[in-house]
């Protein structure tokens, strides 16, 4: 069943996390990424508000965790921190539409 990670970001210093864009493709290659939205318009509705929104499609939960946990993302993670304000979540998508 597939796993979507759910990412808001707002950027305080572009140089700095171009860093992170230029290593976190590694990590999202290896584990067979699919981006379905990476920035774009966006409007927020209810709760705190992000200049980006991300959603990325991976097999399986245990592929986006390990994706999350890999070294090739714990450096892109280091080479972010201080530079933005980020929210990340994991959901898996739903087993039946049957509801």
Known sequence: MSAYWIAHVTIHNLEQYKQYMALAP???????AKFLARGG???????????????????????????????????????RQDCADVMISIVESLKSLDL
């Open 26 to 32: 590694l990590a999202f290659e290896k584990y067979n």
């Open 41 to 79: 318009n966006s409007i927020c509705m209810e709760g705190k508000s992000y200049e980006r929104h991300v959603i990325i499609e991976f097999a399986d939960l245990e592929t986006a965790q390990a994706c999350y946990h890999s070294e090739e993302y714990a450096k892109a993670r280091l080479a």
